[in-house]
């Protein structure tokens, strides 16, 4: 079976489309069509499903594509690294949200980056999850942290850490609302008081409310600027009360910038994974990589 054709098979089969295969191996549509069409009729079975907007693969595609991709990543590992004697200073390429990866994972890995001889170059982008998912089914990253486990056998994900939320407001806005009043009041003596988001969907605060108090805010969104730091700075001035991972907002909580507005019982958690391509743990730097951040994230929980 030709390398070149399963080469082109595994990256339709990570990209999920032929127009998005195509722009990655730098082929024309029809040439990367052409290829597919081949390697169909030299198995004998179509490898995927055509619908209007990109690809699915069939069980036989799923299958041929998890036995392929990583002895395949492994070649182009070895095709890569070359022979000479620095071949060990790889880059690794991470993904991530923003706030997370440059406020946990980025610090910690930053340590591998020396030149002790084991060391990796380090290159970094963010983006949701999904973005950052399917960058990693692409190739076009080595590491992806998540809120969201990937499904399929293309991807591996391990459980790297739980994030607390908590709900804050600047001091003067928790004299305000009374905070101790939350107990007896729950969530009606927020209804008035505007809030702090990233999107106007309200997605921490509607999380927050659904997980402690069972019910749909009702709070005015006031700013919304999609940036956890940007949230906090906005929060530790006094524009609204906002929900915040605690990693983010302890320094805050500790020189007293801000103040928890409640302490439930049993806090709000977001799980975060750490995903590779199903095979990639063979190649050592990205093994160490992952390694390394499963040991750092033993002291973020």
């Given at each position: 079976m030709d390398l070149a054709l399963l080469r082109t098979f595994?990256?339709?089969?990570?990209?999920?489309?032929?127009t998005r295969a195509a722009a990655l191996l730098g082929l024309s549509q029809p040439a990367v069509t052409s290829q597919i069409r081949t390697l169909e009729r030299q198995v004998g079975r179509p490898l995927f499903l055509?619908?209007?907007?990109?690809?699915?693969?069939t069980t036989i595609g799923d299958e041929l594509a998890h036995k392929a991709a990583p002895h395949l990543d492994a070649l182009v590992e070895i095709a890569e690294s070359g022979l000479e004697e620095d071949s060990s200073l790889r880059t690794l390429h991470l993904a991530g949200p923003t706030e997370f990866t440059a406020e946990r994972?980025?610090?910690?890995?930053?340590?591998?980056?020396?030149?002790?001889?084991?060391?990796?170059?380090?290159?970094?982008?963010?983006?949701t999850a999904d973005e950052v998912l399917e960058g990693l089914a692409a190739g076009h990253h080595d590491l992806a942290i998540s809120t969201v486990r990937p499904r399929g056998a293309l991807l591996t994900a391990t459980a790297l850490c739980d994030e607390e939320h908590v709900l804050v407001a600047a001091p003067h806005r928790a004299e305000?609302?009374?905070?101790?009043?939350?107990?007896?009041?729950?969530?009606a003596a927020l209804e008035r008081v505007p809030v702090v988001e990233v999107h106007e969907s309200l997605p921490f605060v509607a999380r927050y409310w659904a997980s402690v108090f069972?019910?749909?805010?009702?709070?005015?969104?006031?700013?919304?600027?999609?940036?956890?730091?940007?949230?906090?700075?906005?929060a530790t001035a006094g524009a609204g009360l906002a929900v915040l991972p605690r990693y983010l907002v302890a320094g805050?909580?500790?020189?007293?910038?801000?103040?928890?507005?409640?302490?439930?019982?049993v806090p709000p958690l977001r799980t975060y994974f750490l995903a590779v391509r199903t095979g990639t743990l063979a190649m050592p730097h990205i093994a160490r990589a992952h390694e390394w951040l499963e040991r750092a994230a033993a002291d973020w929980c």
């Open positions: 595994v990256t339709v089969h990570r990209a999920g489309s032929f055509r619908q209007a907007r990109g690809v699915t693969p994972a980025l610090p910690a890995l930053t340590e591998l980056t020396g030149e002790d001889g084991q060391g990796f170059a380090l290159r970094a982008s963010f983006g305000q609302i009374g905070a101790g009043s939350l107990r007896r009041t729950g969530p069972g019910s749909r805010p009702v709070c005015p969104g006031t700013v919304i600027v999609p940036d956890l730091r940007a949230v906090l700075a906005c805050a909580l500790e020189r007293g910038e801000v103040v928890a507005l409640h302490e439930p019982a």
